[in-house]
């Protein structure tokens, strides 16, 4: 089965600071995708990528699936305290079902 | 902008009841899921739903769930006999299966917080 390594577990910044939260695949990924989750609530969808050297950004966030698609890298930008949440990859395998996979997540904290 | 809903968000039941979650997925998307955090845990799939069956189920699906389609919109996950460790945020979600534009993104509800005592 496909295992998904986020890192760093959590992280703390200072508003302002760039930063980098890594998404490392078992298994080759087919799909891979990012959410932002506040504690306790609903995961909101941040971006999918889905072919080797993708990047997407929105807003200061971007994302990349390196070329052997097995690790993508999610980059904010001068980070806000907005952003602070936890943040998810998760994993398409391949299936036609489109089931995902999650990590155990990065926490963001934000300092103002 | 369209999204997932999902009743109740907050559920509170003895063991052994039966609780049914319900979820109103994205209208034009064709696959649904459903799946289950436990408190500090990761996410993990239940089951996906398409064309009116479970195309996908996890070993943690066992005889004690099901899910239903009973109309064009709502989408349901029952527990027939509740455990404690049936206690965590169960999360509905669902895609167009690459068939729409948006892809195959998947799109989640805001939860429904299920407490067993």
């Known amino acids: 089965s496909q295992e998904l390594e986020q890192s760093p577990q959590s992280l703390i910044v200072q508003e302002g600071k760039n930063l980098t939260i890594n998404c490392t695949s078992s298994k080759t990924l087919y799909g891979l995708y990012w959410y932002k989750q506040k504690y306790g609530e609903g995961l909101i969808f941040l971006m999918m990528?889905?072919?080797?050297?993708e990047e997407k950004s929105h807003e200061k966030i971007t994302a990349k699936l390196d070329e052997k698609k097995q690790q993508s890298s999610l980059h904010i930008t001068a980070s806000q305290p907005s952003h602070a949440g936890i943040y998810l990859c998760?994993?398409?395998?391949?299936?036609?079902?489109?089931?995902?996979?999650f990590g155990k997540g990065t926490l963001l904290t934000v300092n103002p | 902008e369209p999204e997932v809903t999902q009743t109740p968000s907050h559920q509170v039941t003895q063991m052994g009841q039966e609780v049914i979650l319900r979820c109103v997925p994205i209208s034009n998307h064709l696959y649904f899921y459903w799946y289950r955090q436990i408190l500090g845990q990761k996410v993990e799939f239940l089951v996906s739903f398409y064309n009116n069956e479970i195309s996908e189920k996890s070993e943690i699906f066992d005889d004690q769930f099901s899910v239903e389609r009973p109309d064009g919109s709502n989408f349901t996950l029952k527990i027939r006999s509740t455990k404690l460790e049936d206690s965590a945020m169960y999360f509905c979600a669902s895609s167009d299966g690459g068939w729409g534009l948006a892809g195959e993104e998947q799109y989640f509800g805001p939860g429904t917080r299920l407490t067993v005592t």
């Open positions: 990528l889905q072919k080797g050297g």
């Open positions: 998760g994993a398409d395998g391949g299936g036609s079902n489109y089931k995902l996979t």
